[in-house]
């Protein structure tokens, strides 16, 4: 059980899919510990988005002309005035315990948490990788290089984040998730974690499959974009670079197999050849499958 009640602030964003939204509000509002705010950022969408009276009740409303991308949620959350932050994207329903959860697991291990671990295979190649949370149940608190789709931290880790900026030249679709878990390794001697997400209690999961699973692989999913991958991998080998330390560098007894060239999903071509022809993804997947059951990942 909790020991004490902790304030928390969620930050919230919508872009396109604001039919999500109130779904998103109702769940972080019946959490075990409330928010005591949550401030919601919206970018510009390319389309008017009216938002329900509703819905401007219940949040703290930061409007934006232009779309400035998954990066400018960490700035909104500078507004803050809770002990904990808890960004959400804009496919997360989280179960009703997600707060408690990432609190109880705080007070064991100092970090950031998420919903959605990933550890590398290699510094260069976003794929091939492991997912642990509500795509890998995992029973205990489980360290990763990254995380994505929830991110749970004491307000004060804003000012690692904030200790470097973002390269010039940086997509602003990318690389926030990269960012994070590098300044705070690196500024705050912390470490990237996901709680724990039992099969037996969907309560504590950061993000329910159900809705995860449908509305997080839409049209609007930026991971479905042609060229993403290939920001990925810029992203990932740019924080290596920098001195980002991989889980599987400090693991070495773990065997990740041969990792050949810059993947495949990095190719625009192929991308766009796979969306043209849905046989050519499909057996793709097969055939990537097959080989990584030998740890061969190309």
Request: aromatic content about 12%; glycine content about 6%.
């Amino acid at each position: 059980m909790v020991k004490k009640i902790s304030s928390i602030t969620v930050v919230l964003n919508v872009f396109k899919r604001a039919s999500v939204l109130e779904k998103q509000i109702d769940s972080v509002c019946k959490q075990t510990i409330p928010p005591n705010e949550i401030i919601l950022w919206k970018n510009f969408s390319g389309k008017q988005i009216k938002l329900s009276k509703k819905i401007l009740n219940r949040v703290i409303l930061m409007e934006c002309s232009e779309n400035m991308g998954v990066w400018a949620r960490f700035s909104a959350a500078l507004n803050s005035k809770s002990e904990f932050v808890c960004i959400l994207d804009d496919d997360t329903i989280p179960g009703r315990k997600w707060f408690e959860n990432c609190i109880n697991s705080s007070r064991h291990l100092d970090g950031i948490f998420g919903t959605r671990g990933i550890r590398f295979y290699s510094k260069n190649r976003y794929d091939p990788h492991d997912f642990y949370g509500w795509q890998n149940p995992v029973d205990q608190i489980t360290e990763v290089d990254i995380i994505g789709h929830a991110w749970f931290f004491k307000r004060e880790y804003l000012s690692y984040f904030w200790k470097e900026l973002p390269e010039l030249n940086q997509s602003t679709r990318v690389g926030e998730d990269i960012h994070f878990s590098y300044t705070v390794q690196k500024y705050g001697n912390l470490k990237t974690y996901v709680p724990p997400h039992p099969l037996d209690d969907f309560d504590l999961w950061g993000s329910l499959p159900e809705y995860g699973n449908k509305i997080g692989t839409d049209i609007h999913s930026i991971s479905n974009k042609v060229n993403s991958h290939a920001l990925f991998n810029a992203a990932l080998k740019n924080y290596t670079n920098k001195g980002f330390s991989l889980y599987y560098k400090k693991n070495r007894n773990k065997d990740t197999g041969i990792t050949i060239g810059p993947g495949i999903k990095s190719f625009s071509f192929i991308q766009n050849l796979s969306k043209k022809y849905p046989w050519i993804k499909i057996n793709g997947k097969k055939i990537l499958k097959i080989l990584r059951k030998i740890k061969i990942h190309l």
